[in-house]
């Protein structure tokens, strides 16, 4: 489908949910093929919802860099990982980008594009029917709104509870603190996330790479309170509190997960783009919006099968992030995690690099699974070789 195509139907393109992944694409879609009619549906009052998504310099190439950069909204040179027998200082560029800006700039640049309080009832490939009974046609349809239930794919999950906090003086970080894991460990592997925004301000963000489905609220909330006392800040004000669970993939069948969607197009985690180990969909996302971009054809049929495509081959490229994912979930005891992360963060700061981007060689595959293992040997040989029950989006984080 062409820019010069007649116009037919209610738009060329509906993107289904105004998150991260279709938001990037409507809006690299505006930059690279304006006269293509993109319709972006989003349920709630604006873009991006309440999030602060980050990546690391490594996980972009320089063109998306790029294209991405009117987005970050704040930037470090590097970064820290703690651990109860380890602290490292990265020398390594991490960006993130706050959803206000997210909201702000494509709203500015999308206008008319975008359709906010906007519930979508039904999704098929190339139509939607509203939650008020109206239906809007399309060359195409992408449904973008997150992770959704599916008995195909077996996954963990990375939950969250963080608060942006202004305190009484500064903090004093040198730059973000990716993992703090000195912490109490209960429910999972636990750590503490956080980054500066400013002299005063900083997120700080109670993390669980965790079996169960359900986090309890005020106990996160309770340990930030605590975390923050330790470091000795006084909080004059909490100015946002955020929430989320990120999939943490441990198997699946990605040839039925896509049988089962019925020919509707995909985005973001909705099709499995993101980091299997991390969950950091970014980089995922940014991709997609490049491959969408510059396809020739993107009505239904074609979007499918490049979409699709495209996620399984990235699937099957990701064996290895599962297979460490079973190990860190089934082979070590809840609370003895944090030692596989410890041992991680002892390898080369290149390797590392590597990983986060999703990219690790064959050698460094090779020396993340030699050595000792920092987990029993027949539990993680077990953890491999196993078949994980199917498990679904915890409800109380989507």
């Given at each position: 489908m062409s820019n010069s195509s007649p116009a037919s139907g209610d738009a060329d393109l509906i993107l289904v949910g105004g998150g991260l992944a279709n938001?990037?694409?409507?809006?690299?879609?505006?930059?690279?093929?304006?006269?293509?009619?993109?319709?972006l549906l989003e349920a709630g009052n604006s873009l991006g919802g309440n999030h602060t998504w980050s990546f690391h310099d490594g996980d972009l190439n320089p063109a998306e860099q790029a294209w991405m950069a009117p987005l970050v909204t704040h930037r470090w040179t590097h970064h820290e990982v703690v651990f109860p027998q380890r602290q490292r200082l990265m020398e390594a560029g991490y960006a993130s980008i706050t959803s206000?800006?997210?909201?702000?700039?494509?709203?500015?640049?999308?206008?008319?594009?975008?359709?906010?309080?906007?519930?979508?009832?039904?999704?098929?490939?190339?139509?939607?029917?509203l939650a008020d009974g109206q239906t809007l046609t399309a060359a195409a349809?992408?449904?973008?709104?997150?992770?959704?239930?599916?008995?195909?794919?077996?996954l963990g999950y990375q939950k969250f509870l963080g608060q942006e906090l202004r305190?009484?003086?500064?903090?004093d970080l040198r730059g973000p603190v990716l993992m703090d894991a000195s912490v109490?460990?209960?429910?999972?592997?636990?750590?503490?996330?956080?980054?500066?925004?400013?002299?005063?301000?900083?997120?700080?963000?109670?993390?669980?790479?965790a079996d169960g489905s359900t986090v309890d609220p005020n106990r996160l909330r309770s340990n930030i309170a605590a975390y923050v006392q330790a470091r000795g800040w006084t909080v004059a004000a909490l100015l946002r509190e955020e929430r989320g669970a990120l999939p943490i993939t441990?198997?699946?069948?990605?040839?039925?997960?896509?049988?089962?969607?019925?020919?509707v197009a995909r985005s973001g985690l909705a099709a499995g783009?993101?980091?299997?180990t991390t969950g950091y969909s970014l980089p995922d996302a940014v991709r997609l919006a490049d491959r969408v971009a510059a396809l020739p054809d993107v009505s239904a049929v074609p979007l499918f099968n490049a979409i699709s495509a495209h996620a399984r081959r990235q699937w099957r490229a990701q064996g290895f992030f599962r297979l460490l994912n079973r190990m860190l979930f089934q082979a070590a005891a809840p609370d003895q995690r944090w030692r596989v992360m410890q041992r991680f963060y002892g390898?080369?700061?290149?390797?590392?690099?590597?990983?986060?981007?999703?990219?690790?060689?064959?050698?460094?595959?090779?020396?993340?699974?030699?050595?000792?293992?920092?987990?029993?040997?027949?539990?993680?040989?077990?953890?491999?070789?196993?078949?994980p029950a199917h498990s679904l989006v915890p409800e109380s984080f989507q």
């Open positions: 938001g990037l694409l409507a809006w690299r879609l505006r930059m690279q093929r304006p006269g293509l009619r993109v319709l206000q800006r997210f909201d702000a700039m494509l709203r500015t640049d999308l206008g008319s594009r975008i359709r906010l309080k906007t519930p979508v009832a039904q999704v098929r490939p190339r139509a939607v029917v349809v992408i449904d973008g709104r997150g992770v959704q239930n599916s008995p195909h794919l077996a305190l009484a003086a500064p903090h109490v460990q209960h429910d999972g592997y636990r750590f503490v996330y956080v980054l500066p925004l400013s002299a005063d301000t900083v997120l700080v963000e109670d993390t669980f790479y441990l198997d699946g069948d990605i040839d039925a997960f896509w049988t089962d969607v019925n020919g783009l993101f980091h299997p390898l080369p700061a290149p390797l590392i690099h590597r990983f986060y981007a999703g990219r690790p060689s064959l050698l460094d595959k090779v020396r993340i699974l030699s050595g000792k293992p920092p987990v029993p040997l027949a539990a993680a040989a077990r953890a491999a070789l196993s078949k």
